[in-house]
C-alpha cells in the first residue's frame, strides 16, 4: 500500500489499483482529499500493472459532499474540475464504489467514474438546494444524462437522498454490492470490465434521455407550476430548473458553462449566505458553553404525556415514531379516546400517502397506552406536561408528579411562556424540572424550545438535547422570561399589527408584506387558521377589541367560513368588507386619525422591534448567541430560511440601520420603540448581531 497523502491510499488487489479515501468524519472534499484523488488517479493511470481502477472510501461514508467551510476562500491545490478529468479520461475502468451517502460533489465524483456500485443502505443525491446553490462541478449536466429529466428535477430541487434501490432502476448505479462486501464486488466488477472489455462510459456523451425531452418545454412549465408553493422566494430551485433546460437543449459543454454561471451567481448571493449560515447555525445550537460533551445522560427509554388533545397526542407520536413507549395520561375517557383516535388517524393518513406501512401504523399505536391514573407514570424517565396554560394546574400537576415519579425521572412542561422556576418550585426536585416546548402540531414542526430554570441540572439538558435529536427535532436550549425566545419576539409583531390596523392599514395589507418577504403567511391570515376564539370567553367579551367583535358575531376565522377574511366553500381568502367597517368604526370611536401606510413602513414597524427584542433577549442572557434565536424562528415560526433569522437579516439591513428606525419610531410612537441598551453600545462599537 503507498500513501499519496494523509487521507489517500493506493494498493493493488491483484490487476486493479484501489484508491481509499479516508478524511473523517464524511469523506468531505477539502484540498487535501482532492489532492489525494488527482495524485491517486494519475499514480493508478501510469501504472501499467493496474488494469482497473477503484475508488471506495473509509468510515461511515463515501464522499459525502463539498467541504463548505471552504466556500469563498482561496482555492488550494486542484480543483474538483481537475479531479473529475483525471477521473473520466482515465484509459482504464473506473469505477466508483459506494457506501453511506453520496452527496453533492461526492454523487458528482462518482458520476465521472465509468461504472458504479453500491450497497443497498446507500443513498445517492444532490441536495446542494437546501444551501441556496445547484450542483456546481457537472451534477446539473450529468444527473438528467443518467436518471433522465423527470427524476433530475424531482431530486435536485427536493435534495432528496435516493437509496440505491431506486438509484439503481434509475440507471444512477450499476450494480448493487452484497451489505459489508463492497470492497471484493466492486473489485470483482472491475475485473469483469476487463475481461468483457466493457466501454468507458463516459456520462457526458449519453445523450439518449435528455433529447426525449427536447422541444417539450411543457415538461417544464408542469413542473414549475406544481411546485410554484413549494418554490416561492427562493432562487436556488428555479436555477437548478434552468440547469437541467440547458442540459436538454444544449451540448454538454454550453451546458457546463450555464451551470458554472448560474452557480456564480448563487454562491456570491445572500440567499445562499442565508441559507449555509442557517446550516451552521442549527449545529452551533447544540453547542452549551457550560455543559460539556462528556456530562452524564439519563437513559430514557419510556415517556409518560399528561394530557391527550393536540399537543399532547403530536408530542407522544414524537416518541412512538423512534421506539419508545410512551404512557399518555387524560382524566376523562372521552377525552384519552378521542385523542388516540386523531394519532391513529395521523398515522393512518400517513399511511395512505406511502409514508409508512400499514404494519408500522400498529407498531406504533401499540406503543402508546391511554391511561386515566397519573399513578401509572411512576416507572417512567420523562414526563412531559402538555395541558393548557394555567399555572395553577400546572403547579398542581407537578406537586403530584413529585410525589408519584421514581428518583431520577426527568420532569417537562410544555408551557410556551409560563415561569418555569415557579413550576419547579412546589418540587423537591427542581434540578430534575425543564422546560420542553413543542410547536403545533407537535408531530410535524421541528423546532423544540429548551428551557433551562435556574436549577435545572447539567445532565437533564444535555440528556433533553439528545433526547430532541433522537425525535427529529432542531433544538434550541433558551432561558425562563415571558414568551421564551420564540414568542417574546413574537408579541412585538403581533403589537404592530394590530397598531396599524388602527392607524389605516387593512390586515390583507399587513399579511401581504409579511408574506411577499417570505413568511408563509402573515398575523391575521394566521390567526383566522388557527381561530380567533382560542383564549376568548363569550361570557367576558365586551366588543372591547376588533377580534371580540368578529367572534361576537361568529366570525371565528376558517372553521366558521369568516374571520378577519371571508372563505369559500375551498376556504380560499378574500379581503371582507364586514371586517373593514368593523375597523373603520373602531378608527372613529377611537378618534384615530387613519392614513396611507406604506409597505416599507408596514415591514419595518413588523420587523425591527423584533430584532430589537432579540438584542433584549442576549442582554439578559436568555438565549446563548444570536443565531440561536434565528433558529427558533427559522424552524418555530416560519420565517424565510432565506432570510437567515432575525438576527442574520438585522446584520444585513445593518444594526446603525436598526437603530436610527428605532429612534425615529419612538419620537413619533412612544417607548414600543425604545431601542436596547446593548444595540445603542453595539452601534456605538462597530459590531453586529452576529458579534453577540
Known sequence: MTAINPVTDLSMDGDVAVITLNSPPVNALSANVREGLFEGFKAATANP?????????????FIAGADITEFGGASRGPSLFDVQEMMENAPKPVIAAIHGTALGGGLEVALVAHYRVAVPSARLGLPEVNLGLLPGAGGTQRLPRVAGVEKALEMMTSGRHAPAKEALEMGLVDELAEEGKLREAAVAFARRCVAENKPLVKVRDNNTKVEAARGKPEIFEAFRKANARKFRGFLAPEYNIRCIEAAVNLPFDEGLAVERKLFGELVTGSQSAAQRYSFFAERQAQKIPDVPDDTPLIPVKSVGIIGAGTMGGGIAMNFANVGIPVTLVEVQKEALERGLKVIRGNYERTASRGGITAAQVEERMALITGSLDMNDLAPVDLVIEAVFERMDVKKDIFTKLDAICRPGAILATNTSGLNIDE????????????????????????LLEIVRADHTSKSVIATSMKLAKQIGKIAALVGVCPGFVGNRILAQRQREAQKLVMEGAMPWDVDRVLYDFGFPMGPFAMSDLAGLDIGWVKERSKGESIRDVLCEMDRRGQKTGAGYY?????????????????????IVKTGSNPRTVSDEEILERCIYPMINEGVKILEEGKAIRSSDIDVVWQNGYGWPVYRGGPMWYGDQIGPAKVLEKMKEFQAKMGDDFKPAALLEKLVADGKKFSDL
Do not use: Q, W
Open 566 to 586: 371571508d372563505y369559500d366553500e375551498n376556504r380560499n381568502a378574500r379581503p371582507s368588507p364586514v371586517t373593514e367597517k368593523i375597523i373603520n368604526d373602531f
Open 49 to 61: 500493472d493496474a488494469k482497473a481502477i477503484v475508488l471506495i472510501c473509509e468510515g461511515r461514508t
Open 423 to 446: 413550576i419547579a418550585s412546589v418540587t423537591k426536585r427542581p434540578e430534575a424540572v425543564i422546560g420542553l416546548h413543542f410547536f403545533s402540531p407537535a408531530n410535524v414542526m421541528k
